[in-house]
């Protein structure tokens, strides 16, 4: 070999070796800090497996180990299962890797709970912090979401690959449709990268005609931006940042908006110039999120919001913002003069006070003042855009005051005055413009011998003055119903299905005096959700639907009524190759214990059911405060379906899904008809060969949580895995405690244990009292640390007596949310990596980690990214 080829050979060999030697080396240092001090224990050949599992890209095996002299004999018996696994002869090894972790275990303190006569033993009544400082507490919560990560470990790359598919569906620059209303196009859009909304108008054209319903915003002119939310979160540098409700005031040069940035539902109010950005006020604190100004139709969440005012003209603030408001906010026709409500010590909204821009909010006088501690106050304008409106309601009962809105400085009136168990809401009609008199009121109104509703009209002079247009029906609930100057429409429901129906008004305003058959409006599937409503000035003749099924994307339709003309205005893009024909919906019917019928409505790939019993299916389910759970469209639930899951949700009593009695016949003394309701239509799915209970999932959030923890302490053996989203599962503690935030107002939801009879009912099924030595299955609880409605430390207590009793060996987890509430994170794509994670927990406790989508909706979507 010439000289030189050998030199460059004993170099390239040299070099081989010394990489060899580095690489073993770097591995070893990698396998050292990752076992630390476990290392030290380890034979030869157990380190030889670790690092090989390291170099095998299984480092999640070693995730959380505890120190060394902590479940060392466990850690020996997962090595030697790695071995096996290395070797390609052996399973087991993510059970292996379990057992090695050691979940948290709060310290008893035990706390003797006394009532009538009846002594309960809190052993972990001490993590309740109402400041959210305890260091204990949050020392606590954080070991808590350790351990979630580190049980979760396997999933990462599975969570990975969910989140990109989910977010490929997403067509991330996209616009809503818009609202005509006072010469303008209102409307939000994202952009692409971003997270949050971009509120903007455009002028309606000079010359345009009436509202029809192909009316689209045209590009001649030019679009003005109201409120960049993702603007407003990178200036404040927040971490959590939520708007409540976005509108202008009446002369169209002010906008308002409220905002959260903690995830508690405090708002602050501001008030900006748009012309110039400049706050016209000091924020205004602990609003609910609610605005109404001269003309907008409010977007709003009911939370407690910042709100701001903004000249639309200069953009800028016209005031200092008022913290800490319950959100809700209205205008005078003076665009001077705004009410806000604010909120009591435990979160209650309950005052109504009047502010003048410019001046300090000090000074604001207030104008009501709810003292009765179990009803909440909001404020709002009529469609007819000449009355303000204060609402004051409680669970069953309720009373609306109004004032002309020429009237800032006047006084609010009483429309019906307030009867135990009576609730009511109204829509104003200015009547003839011939007239002197000011208009009629349509009143939809609820009683116990109207539990459905009825409709009525009475002239605004004399509310008691009323005749009935359309009367009760024991078939059909109305849900809501409303006016424009020639229409009524009335939302309506039976047999867990919606409808829409349409009622053309007396000509020239005139108060009608019976109503028809009407338009009805409705749609073929065999179950979906429908919602309607008049869009545009009080004179349009334009009615907006907003429809949807499991299998359908939210398409919004414009319905001109006098013609019958609809445009499909748009329907929710969903990337990636989505073919709704690919599914199908279904409609069945369960039999509870007492032989009453219960809907079910579910959804699957026609390609992948295999319908013997063997598919894997998820249950939802909510069940309380008369909530419909309407089966709508979730873009993100394709990631389940496009893996053979059926997804299903289960419409039981508590609910409003079949009239004001399945809500009524699922509360108070007989709530436990909700959880068996559920467990019927579980053994149902069963039975039919949907699935089985080894592949049986559910999910509640909130009272579905307390669903959740009622019916697994009932009917453990009958699921497989189990969603608990900020679960209400410290029932009784809680009601009897009146310092927690909505406790005297959810005493008419669920009644008052200081009573024996509701005490001894509420102590059968609330889920931390009912928790017992039985096997379980597999669990996952969520909390958020700020949450004023139902508070972290329930869900807590629940998973720390869960391990205290349980029997079994399935995951137990809880992840709290340390910077969020009762929502969860903010932002579009923050909120997906939430979905993927608990969709994760749900494939994993199926073992179905490695299984892949089928292509289509989703395996297109992700390779297009």
Known sequence: MPQNRQA??????????????????????????????NYKWMSKEERRVAQSLISHGQQHVFKAWPKRGVNDDAKRRLLTVAASYLQGAGSGLEDARLSVLV???????????????????????????????????????????????????????????????????????????ATRYQGFYYYTRTEEGQQYAVHCRRAVAPGAGALAESDEPGQQQPEEVLLDENRRKEEGKHSFYMVGCCETSPNQQLLAWTEDTVGGEKYTLHVKDLATGKELMTPILNTSGDLHFAFLQPYCLSHAFVLPLHDLATGKE????IPDTSGDVVWANDNATLFYVVKDHL??????????????????????????????????????????????????????LFMPVDTPEGTFKVVLPRIQDVEYSISHHPGSSSSSSQGWFLITIRDPAL??????????EDPMQQTVIQPHSADVKIEAAGIGARWLVVRQRARAQQSVVLHALPQGGAMPQQLGDGQVVQFEEAAYALSGGLTGDFDSEVLRLRYSSLTTPP??????????????????????????????????????????????????????????????????????????YDPSFSRDQLSLLDRGWTVAIAHIRGGGDMGRMWYEDGKYLKKRNTFTDFIACAEHLIQERYTSASRLSIEGRSAGGLLMGAVTNMRPDLFNSVLMGVPFVDVLTTMLDETIPLTTIEWEEWGNPQQPDFYEYMKSYSPVDNVKAQDYPHILVTAGLHDPRVGYWEPAKLVAKLRQLKTDKNLLLLKCELGAGHFSVTGRFERLKETAFEYA?????????AVQPTAGSTKAAAAAS
């Open 841 to 849: 927990f749900l494939l994993k406790t199926a073992g179905m980690l």
């Open 347 to 400: 979160d209650r909204p309950y005052k109504v006070l009047r502010h003048k821009v410019g001046s300090a909010s000090a000074e604001d006088p207030v104008v009501y003042d709810e003292k009765d501690e179990s009803f909440y106050v909001g404020i709002g304008r009529s469609h007819s855009e000449q009355l303000l409106y204060i609402h004051i309601g409680s669970t069953v009962t309720s009373e609306t």
């Open 103 to 177: 979940p948290p275990t709060p310290t008893k303190q035990p706390k003797e709970l006394v009532t009538h006569n009846d002594t309960r033993t809190d052993d972990y009544y001490w993590l309740r912090d109402d400041a959210r400082k305890d260091p204990a507490v949050l020392s606590y919560l954080k070991e808590e979401n350790a351990y979630t990560a580190a049980a979760m470990a396997d999933t990462q790359q599975l969570q990975d690959a969910l989140y990109t598919e989910m977010r490929a569906r997403i067509q991330e620059e996209d616009t809503s449709v």
């Open 8 to 37: 460059t050979a004993v170099v390239g060999a040299a070099g081989v070796v010394a990489g060899y030697v580095l690489g073993r080396a770097a591995n070893t240092f990698q396998t050292r800090k990752m076992l630390g001090s």
């Open 555 to 628: 398409s919004v339709y414009d319905q001109h009524m006098a013609t019958g003309k609809r445009a499909l205005k748009k329907v929710q893009p969903i990337l990636g190759g989505f073919n709704k024909e690919d599914y199908t919906t279904q409609r069945l019917w369960a039999k509870a214990p007492d032989g009453t019928e219960v809907p079910i409505s579910l959804a699957f790939r026609k390609d992948l059911a295999r319908l013997d019993g063997t598919d894997p299916l998820l249950l939802h389910g909510y069940g309380s405060y008369e909530h419909p």
């Open 451 to 460: 539990p459905n509703s009825e409709l009525r009209v009475a002239p605004v």
């Open 318 to 321: 016209l005031m200092t913002p």
